[in-house]
């Protein structure tokens, strides 16, 4: 574990807390894209099946759990308890699109053709695109609410500080998973447009405005 | 070398 790693997990774990709560204390999941948060349900789900099979740490296993229940209870409150205030219309982005390419891709190109490791793959490749149809629905609405930016802040930064702990590994542990590394600056990179947004508009004054 | 991917990061 590195300060790169820990700050990365931690800034996950606050962006899925701050989506939860967003939507439970305002009862309403109004410019949240569901399809994104299904697709993230999916991620955890597949790649965290290791759950069942091997133990890595006490942190490792609680922050699984935390994941993937607070995934699966933020797609419940979209899609059921506050299923009227779901903005359906703006949601539109087609997820096949994603999730074909990426499962294709996944049986082509993984480190081991076993259903574990190839479920480890599709997820990792998910996990690259899966916020497209948030920043797409943004996109259509052309604005969204300010703790919507603080979790997509905190859900790019995550997995960029995670590039960093892959650069610490590979420096100090000669640790390097290319799959892991290659997802991970796609995943970054679709995130820049918006970086560049949350930090030059300054908006803690007025929603985000493409 | 470089090790495998071990799995320890989530």
């Known amino acids: 574990m590195n300060v790169f790693r820990l700050t990365g997990d931690l800034s996950h774990l606050a962006a899925i807390i701050i989506l939860l709560l967003k939507i439970w204390k305002s009862r309403s999941c109004a410019g949240i894209s569901g399809k994104s948060q299904i697709l993230f349900a999916i991620v955890f789900t597949t790649r965290y099946l290791d759950l069942l099979t091997s133990f890595i740490s006490l942190y490792n296993t609680c922050m699984k759990v935390i994941y993937i229940g607070c995934a699966y209870a933020t797609v419940y409150l979209i899609y059921a308890k506050f299923r009227a205030t779901y903005d359906g219309n703006h949601d539109s982005f087609r997820v096949e699109f994603l999730v074909v390419p990426v499962g294709g891709l996944s049986v082509l190109i993984n480190h081991d053709f076993s259903p574990l490791e190839i479920l480890w793959t599709f997820s990792i490749y998910l996990e690259s695109v899966a916020i497209l149809p948030q920043l797409f629905m943004i996109s259509k609405t052309g604005e969204a609410e300010t703790i919507t930016t603080h979790y997509l802040f905190c859900l790019g930064l995550y997995r960029a500080l995670y590039l960093f702990n892959w650069i610490w590994r590979f420096y100090f542990e000669g640790f390097f998973d290319m799959i892991a590394i290659v997802a991970g600056v796609v995943q970054t990179v679709l995130y820049c447009d918006f970086f560049y947004l949350y930090v030059t508009k300054g908006w803690f004054s007025r929603p985000y405005r493409l | ?10």
């Open chain 2, 1 to 10: 070398g470089l090790d495998i991917n071990p799995k320890d990061e989530l």
